[in-house]
């Protein structure tokens, strides 16, 4: 069955960078779209980006435009996102996401990411 | 891209029915038939209710179904039970960049 399994929470120190993995099976990884979306506490889902496992390619929210950044490892079906310049605002639960054509029907359990001094 | 406008919350009693808007504009809604809705418990992953626009996944029960008209599209919620009290989030394919809705809570009475 398809799963995605992110790492684990993370608590770091505003200024500093955070990366998440999430790494997929029971499907093709390079076959789907990775997309990511973080919520931050008490509010909406928001949309980052999506990373294209066969070739790489990414496509950013302007909003994360040049302080998020996405990979992929494709010898070992995991999916990163990385967040530089972290502050109070990061603080969210981040997710990935598979998408099949327009939505994602499989979601990872998500990873929260603390972002306090 | 700015975010589908979703009421902030919705309500009925059990064996009602509850529906939800979802107002985009003539780039993303209006133009893509790719709406999808989750539904999100507390703490847990969204969770893909519909896909472009009325299909349901396997295992989601008939009680919800999707429609679209213009720039708005609706989730529809029938015979309402109690477990259907969640958050729930419209999204849009707007050629590549995807935008979700402001969400909804909806509660059963």
């Known amino acids: 069955q398809v799963q995605l399994v992110q790492s684990g929470a993370e608590v770091k120190k505003p200024g500093a960078s955070v990366k998440v993995s999430c790494e997929a099976s029971g499907y093709t990884f390079t076959d789907y779209y990775i997309h990511w979306v973080r919520q931050a506490p008490g509010q909406g889902l928001e949309w980052m980006g999506w990373?294209?496992?066969?070739?790489?390619?990414?496509t950013y929210a302007q909003k994360f435009q040049g302080r998020v950044s996405l990979a992929r490892d494709t010898s070992i079906n995991t999916a990163y996102v990385e967040v530089s310049r972290l502050s109070s605002d990061d603080t969210a639960v981040y997710y990935c996401?598979?998408?099949?054509?327009?939505?994602?029907?499989?979601w990872g359990q998500g990873t929260l990411v603390t972002v306090s001094s | 891209q700015s975010a589908l406008t979703q009421p902030p919350s919705a309500s009925g009693s059990p064996g009602q029915s509850v529906t939800i808007s979802c107002t985009g504009t003539?780039?993303?809604?209006?133009?893509?038939?790719?709406v999808s809705w989750y539904q999100q418990h507390p703490g847990k992953a969204p969770k893909l209710m519909i896909y472009?626009?009325?299909k349901r996944p396997s295992g989601v029960p008939d009680r919800f179904s999707g429609s679209k008209s213009g720039n708005t599209a609706s989730l529809t919620v029938s015979g309402l039970q109690a477990e259907d009290e969640a958050d729930y989030y419209c999204?849009?394919?707007?050629?590549?960049?995807?935008?979700f809705g402001t969400g909804t809570k909806v509660t059963v009475l």
């Open positions: 990373i294209k496992p066969d070739n790489g390619g990414t």
């Open positions: 003539s780039s993303d809604v209006g133009r893509y038939s790719y």
């Open positions: 472009e626009v009325t």
């Open positions: 996401a598979r998408e099949t054509g327009g939505y994602s029907d499989h």
């Open positions: 999204s849009s394919y707007a050629g590549r960049p995807y935008v």
